[in-house]
């Protein structure tokens, strides 16, 4: 069964993967640029990442044929979205938020790679479902 912690320290490890993908490539570049590089180090550390995924949208129980497109699933659990943009702004946590419970999904990671510190505009958002799970 899958913890509160467990999905904590894999954040931690995704987080540590886009460092370093920050480290070696640097900010400026286009979001598609961090894309690959951050599927790669993940691959690099064992940690399945789909990407691409698209999400049906439901409204009251009833498939109205939409599709979301999430940037990267890690291990059907965390949704990590990439920013490459001057000014991270409210609009894009609750982006992130939304599609988060719409795919019921217990973490999100919203992660921008124009800045020269990673960790600084970083947001870490956590669902009910994230709520639910044990502790340990």
Do not use: W
């Not at 940690?47 to 129980?61: C, D, H, R």
């Not at 939409?66 to 920013?83: F, H, S, Y």
């Amino acid at each position: 069964m899958k913890t509160q912690k467990y999905i904590n320290d894999l954040s931690f490890t995704v987080v540590g993967c886009a460092i370093e993908v920050h480290k070696q490539v640097g900010p400026g570049l286009l979001e598609s640029v961090y894309h690959a590089c951050l599927l790669d180090e993940l691959e690099n550390n064992n940690i399945e990442a789909k990407s691409q995924i698209f999400v049906p949208i439901l409204y009251k129980g009833k498939d109205l044929g939409g599709k979301l497109k999430l940037d990267i699933l890690i291990e059907n659990l965390i949704i990590v979205e990439l920013k490459a943009v001057d000014t991270m702004i409210p609009l894009y946590s609750a982006q992130l938020l939304s599609y988060l419970r719409l795919a019921h999904k217990p973490k999100g990671l919203l992660i921008n790679f124009h800045t020269e510190n990673i960790i600084s505009q970083m947001v870490p958002l956590v669902t009910d479902e994230f709520a639910k799970l044990p502790r340990y």
